[in-house]
């Protein structure tokens, strides 16, 4: 006799398209939470992204499952929600000719005050990498009190970062005195040095959000995190970086993120460099 099989529910291995309707909604809330801005165009990406998720958790309908992060009571899915979200493409040295400009800023440096950097969206770690192994070039060693801040509202990719490895496919084009300095890792990848990577702290921040933060910065790497937000998001949080700068500091963006609003606290240096004006 035929039996048949006792039914199971599996959820679609093939991410469901999104409507339109659930399109906005999942960009009405990613902008609310990270102020990032969804383009249309990404509509089969989001919803492979988030089809990955619900499987995950189990959750069966995009629908309940929006529910729910709107209700914020699950704060380990929101913040899942939000690394599923989040576009994290980095690379050692990526526009080299900002660490370079570090490089010189630091090279003509007189004094030997501790120095206090800060890789804001660092993503897997490899900004936060190179800025360590510039100062390291500059300096010829980190001071013991130099502090590196790196930070990222994806959980995830802080979690990655903390372990200071570097892809294979991310070390290609690492100048020899940079790549003298790194150790071998697992499947052809690298290994920061641990007196490099012990100066770097590793948190997660959101940075729409108040930044539990003392103290200034003598230079802010926020770059290509921006690209993904509003005119007036990104004109905000311009101010709030500049406002965390020593005068004379140095504020790194993308290329793509070059400043059009007028920050008076800020003036152009520089390919995508700006320097926090002296008195202001
Ligand atoms: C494309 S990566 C750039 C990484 C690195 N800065 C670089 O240029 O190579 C952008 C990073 O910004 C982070 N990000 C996006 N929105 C953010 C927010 N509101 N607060 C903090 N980080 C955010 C993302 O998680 C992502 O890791």
């Known amino acids: 006799m035929h039996r048949s099989r006792p039914m199971t529910l599996c959820l679609p291995a093939e991410a469901p398209a999104l409507s339109e309707r659930e399109f906005t909604r999942v960009a009405h809330r990613i902008e609310r939470l990270a102020g990032i801005v969804l383009e249309p165009h990404k509509r089969p990406m989001l919803a492979a992204r988030l089809a990955r998720r619900m499987r995950h958790g189990g959750h069966r309908g995009i629908g309940a499952y929006m529910d729910m992060i709107d209700r914020g009571s ?5 913040q899942g929600f939000i690394d599923a979200l989040t576009t994290n493409q980095t690379g050692m040295f990526r526009e080299p000719h900002h660490f370079a400009h570090l490089e010189r800023v630091l090279a003509a440096r007189t004094d030997a005050a501790p120095l206090r950097l800060w890789s804001a969206g660092c993503a ?21 009190d130099d502090r590196i801040l790196a930070t990222d509202i994806d959980s995830a990719m802080i979690a990655r970062a903390r372990r200071g490895v570097v892809a294979a496919e991310r070390c290609t ?13 697992a ?10 990577l012990g100066a770097i702290r590793f948190r997660r921040l959101n940075l729409l959000e108040p930044w539990p933060l003392q103290g200034y910065f003598e230079a802010i790497f926020c770059r290509n ?8 998001t990104r004109a905000a949080l311009v101010d709030r970086l500049a406002a965390r700068l020593v005068p004379g500091g140095h504020l790194y963006l993308g290329h793509a993120e070059l ?18 004006v002296e008195g202001a």
């Not at 499947?187 to 490099?196: A, C, I, S, T």
């Not at 400043?259 to 926090?276: D, F, P, W």
């Open 74 to 78: 699950d704060r380990a899915e929101v």
């Open 124 to 144: 897997s770690g490899e900004e936060a990498f190179s800025i360590a192994l510039t100062v390291a070039a500059a300096r010829g060693r980190l001071a013991l």
């Open 173 to 185: 084009g690492l100048e020899p005195r940079h790549a003298a300095q790194l150790g071998r890792a």
């Open 187 to 196: 499947g052809g990848g690298r290994q920061m040095p641990p007196q490099l």
């Open 225 to 232: 995190v921006m690209i993904y937000f509003s005119a007036a």
């Open 259 to 276: 400043l059009l609003e007028r920050h008076t606290m800020l003036q152009a240096c520089g390919k995508s460099v700006y320097r926090r």
